[in-house]
């Protein structure tokens, strides 16, 4: 057979056959150039260091001001970029296997508006504590909308993603009417975190992204194997011995608290989620959902980058870049593939 | 219940077994026994509960009431996967994902046997190639099932359910849009799989194919097992009527010596006369 066998055991958890050699190869280069978009972030932007002095600020040399660019605005920055892209790409890749279907992703789902809504309503009440409370707030009040108005039937994914879609509207028109209710210049900062910003991120922000991507990704990768049963449809997938409801309840909440965990430190960044398990399906098939993660983190740090080479009286919240690059993105995809599947359309469209 | 078979010959039986969903009634009351090495075969008109019957003795919808046992070991006492291994189940119309290939498919009937503990093994390796091999798929392993015909697909997914090695297997309409030649060839295997000493449970509507592949048939209507037993003896033209509602004459399959049923002709023409004036129909002919 034309796989090799790799000797670390935690890669066959993840996968049901072992993974090929190119699996590997794609997955190490994949990380190598994360790392060396992470690197190129640092550099480029109004704010960018030289790499000259990029090197001297990572080693502590550095004038004051480089110091501080570096270790207390860009590299924070930059890290909270990749984790929330990761958290992202899982959470949609999660949630795309969950429901079998590619709508699948917590920004159809509504549970990044049950999240801003919560933060919104929050911020304008009880302005004193944690952002962190109302978010979490506001999507455990869609999780309990999914078990308490679905049912048992919430599995089904016609029915989650309906359900969803009625959710986001409700708390998007929450977010709208919370605007209606503050002084001009509050609701102009709410609006520059509601499409998604990373501008002004601390080091507290990639701890908590950190933590939550360090307490979910074991038990994800652990739920891998299941989520690929579960692909053969919710019978076969019980006949194979794997316990469907299960499975999909643990699936829903680990991905829930990732993209809980995207919205606390990026904002309800959108289509990242979407798009990224679409790219990742690119190819081979093995370990969709890590690569998936490192497609988010790619989009997010990238999209990110870019609103930094905008002029700085143009601040662009990162969130409107995704939506605007990422939507156009996909309806490029869809419409390829679709033409490429439909030839009758083409011919008769050619002549 | 009296049965025909020994206790040492009982693969799989049911006991009392009942299944609702929501306040619908699928399966009402059912005794039944599935002989051990044999190929039984499932018989009943549209909607009697024949699927939801196979889904019930495998546990993937559990029975309301009563119970199902394996053997002798209540199946309830097995967990997910240990049943997996004991029992596969091809379902009727499986959902396939999008852009996987052959090999991976098949290799999906390995779940039962990993655990957290137990991973891809050489042992996982042999099973998968040997499903590939006897359903003659090799050459096509690297190729999407999706590109395949609707034939070679059926036997990818009878590939996956015999890399579980199960010793039963429940298949569900595994002759349906097949043409003949694959019809027959999904038969004869199932057949040659019998011969190895498996127990086969097959829901088939052709009810001449069952009585000639057949070796026990369980004949159903309206979520009740009506008669079962062996096809030489079970079958005759008022069973066809009151499981079938047709009229039928029973003769002898010249090539294999089996029964077999040839439906009676209607008279078409006494339904046009009578419909001639049906002004409720605006004059097409009655159904029944």
Known sequence: MNYTRFPIWQWRLITLRAPTSRTIKGALFAIILLIAALLLSLLLGHQGLSPMSLVKALFGRASDYEHWLLWQSRLPRALCAVGAGMALGLSGAVFQSLTRNPLGSPDILGINAGASAGAVLWLLWLPALPLLFGALLGVVAVLSLFFVGLGRQWQFSRNLILMGIAINAFAIALVQFALTLVQREQAQQMLGYLSGSLAHRTWYDVLLISSVLLLVLPSILLLSRRLAILSLGRELAQALGNPVRQTQTVALLLATLLALGAVLCAGPVAFVALVAPHLARFGHRQLALLRSALIGALLLLGADTLTLLLPSNQRLPVGVLTALIGGLYLALLLTRELWAQAPLIKNRTGK | ?288
């Open chain 2, 1 to 288: 219940m009296m049965s025909l078979y020994t206790d040492d010959d009982i693969a799989l039986s049911g006991h009392d077994l009942a299944l609702k969903y929501g306040q619908r009634t699928i399966i009402n009351a059912m005794d039944l026994t599935i002989p051990k090495g044999k190929l039984s075969v499932i018989l009943g008109p549209n909607g009697c509960g024949k699927s939801t019957l196979l889904k019930c003795l495998s546990h993937v919808l559990p029975p309301t009431r009563g119970h199902v046992m394996l053997g002798e070991t209540p199946l309830v006492t097995l967990n997910n996967k240990a049943r997996a291994r004991e029992l596969a189940l091809l379902i009727q119309k499986p959902e396939l994902p999008e852009g996987i290939d052959v090999q991976e498919l098949v290799s999906r009937g390995r779940y039962p046997h990993q655990s957290l503990w137990r991973q891809w093994s050489e042992q996982d390796e042999k099973a998968v190639n040997q499903a590939l091999n006897a359903t003659g798929l090799t050459h096509l392993a690297q190729r999407p099932v999706a590109e395949l015909s609707g034939g070679q697909q059926q036997r990818v997914w009878l590939a996956m359910v015999l890399a579980q090695q199960t010793e039963v297997l429940l298949l569900d309409e595994p002759t349906s849009f097949l043409d003949i030649r694959a019809q027959l060839a999904v038969l004869d295997f199932c057949q040659a799989l019998v011969a190895q000493g498996r127990t086969l449970v097959l829901v088939l509507h052709d009810i001449n194919q069952a009585l000639r592949y057949g070796e026990h048939l369980l004949l159903m209507r309206d979520g009740k097992l009506i008669a079962h037993g062996s096809p030489q003896t079970l079958l005759n033209e008022a069973l066809l009527e009151q499981v079938f509602g047709i009229n039928a004459s029973i003769i002898t399959d010249p090539e294999a010596l089996c029964p077999m049923i040839i439906p009676r002709v209607r008279m078409a023409s006494s339904y046009h006369r009578s419909d001639e004036h049906n002004e409720v129909n605006g004059g097409l002919p009655s159904w029944e």
